[in-house]
């Protein structure tokens, strides 16, 4: 590729390598605790219940950017503070806060999926004999994913484009690969255009890849 791009492309490429393993990690995690949290919000119990809500309403009401600099600059100070020693690199900073942020709005997803499947559902399965762990995962929670699966692919495309701003961090992701390019060439019209062809790239083959998963779990429904 011809200049500021072709000498420079290890560069790009470890960036945007670096930035689809963030999206990745950070994403599964970020499913994980939506999960968790989202069915201690559907539960009956105000010690799950409200934790959960507090934890929702934090996350959702502050700036992305500045829960990452929370968890890189104060998080290992306040650990260390209570006798913790841990150290927390650019990465798992990036990964933590990232996976924290998509996991509050998988939340809500998934709690508004549990809740929407119709409560004769349920009543219907516990009137068979089935306890309510049976019911919520045989009954409930199989119909639910079919409801969530188009929000989650869409939280999963936002948290690919969120995690540029990984960079506030000095993690050598897609954006801060582009940014150092431009710096040195003076050539940002490029390095940018460069930058946002592999971003909507990365996007397009996710969300193809999640099509064809939504296509088989209609056919699975029939």
Do not use: C
Request: aromatic share 6%; no cysteine.
């Amino acid at each position: 590729m011809p200049d500021p791009i072709g000498p420079r492309a290890d560069l790009f490429v470890e960036g945007a390598r670096t930035t689809l393993l963030l999206t990745l990690i950070s994403g599964a995690f970020g499913l994980g605790v939506g999960a968790l949290v989202g069915l201690a919000r559907t539960s009956h119990l105000w010690l799950l219940r409200v934790p959960a809500s507090l934890f929702i309403w934090v996350i959702r009401g502050t700036p992305l950017l500045v829960q990452l600099l929370f968890v890189y600059n104060a998080l290992p100070a306040i650990l260390e503070s209570v006798g913790l020693n841990v150290q927390l690199n650019e990465f798992s900073s990036a990964v933590l806060a990232l996976a924290l942020n998509v996991g509050a709005y998988n939340a809500e997803v998934i709690r508004a999926g549990l809740q929407a499947v119709p409560r004769g559902q349920n009543e219907a399965a516990r009137s068979l004999g089935l306890s309510g762990t049976q019911t919520m995962v045989t009954v409930v929670m199989p119909q639910a994913l079919r409801i969530v699966t188009p929000p989650l692919v869409n939280n999963m495309v936002a948290l690919l484009k969120d995690s540029s701003l990984a960079s506030s961090i000095s993690l050598l992701e897609l954006t801060l690969a582009g940014s150092r390019v431009s710096s040195e060439t003076f050539l940002p019209i490029p390095v940018l255009t460069t930058v946002a062809a592999v971003y909507l790239t990365l996007t397009t083959v996710m969300t193809l890849f999640t099509d064809q998963l939504e296509r088989r779990l209609k056919v699975v429904s029939r």
